[in-house]
């Protein structure tokens, strides 16, 4: 029994977030997506009529899975715990990350140097993760614009350690980077008189 043709679209999407991550915006072809979808190619231009509409979905996919991700770290009541979560995460996925370093890094990367129109929407996704964590520090107690602040160092350092962990190939990188972001978290909870 085949799989529902209503699902094909959300294959093709998984697939191009894949093949993007694995060979490059550039490198992926709309042929090979199909492939890797088990779709047939005349059934990805029904969905997709250009690379550039396939990327927008991929962008709203990637969105919308750390919409849930950060929606799950919320089961937490604790804004400095879901903060630390939120940190913790880079060692969950750091294998992947030295690996193939971080995907939506190196879609910024190749959408910006092709000049596509989609340059700009990859923002979206990195504004999910700091509005989220703007929202976290602004319950922890801190105004909005030192809750922007934190937000930034926060997401500059996360990736940082995340490519630098890529370039390396050492996911102890990512590690010790998890590890002060987490003493940084502890300092400035206690700094604004809060107690564990």
């Not at 060979?23 to 190619?41: E, H, I, P, Q, R």
């Not at 604790?78 to 996925?93: K, M, N, S, T």
């Not at 319950?139 to 937000?151: D, K, N, Q, T």
Request: proline letters at 4%; glycine letters at 10%; charged letters at 25%.
């Amino acid at each position: 029994m085949g799989r529902p043709a209503t699902d094909k679209r959300q294959r093709l999407v998984s697939a191009a977030i894949g093949q993007f991550h694995r060979k490059g915006y550039v490198n992926t072809s709309l042929a090979g997506v199909a492939t890797a979808a088990g779709v047939s190619a005349g059934n990805l231009f029904y969905y997709f009529k250009t690379k550039s509409d396939l990327g927008r979905a991929a962008v709203d996919e990637w969105c919308a899975l750390l919409t849930g991700y950060l929606a799950a770290l919320e089961s937490d009541d604790d804004p400095w715990r879901r903060l630390e979560g939120f940190v913790e995460q880079a060692r969950i996925r750091a294998e992947m990350y030295v690996t193939l370093g971080c995907p939506l890094a190196g879609l910024a990367r190749d959408l910006r140097r092709e000049g596509d129109p989609l340059k700009f929407e990859v923002s979206r996704v990195y504004r999910v993760q700091t509005g989220w964590l703007a929202a976290q520090f602004q319950m922890a107690g801190f105004a909005p614009g030192p809750s922007e602040e934190h937000s930034n160092f926060l997401m500059a350092s996360y990736h940082g350690s995340i490519l630098l962990a890529y370039a390396q190939e050492d996911p102890s990188l990512i590690d010790g980077e998890v590890e002060r972001l987490k003493t940084w978290l502890r300092q400035i909870r206690t700094d604004c008189g809060q107690s564990f």
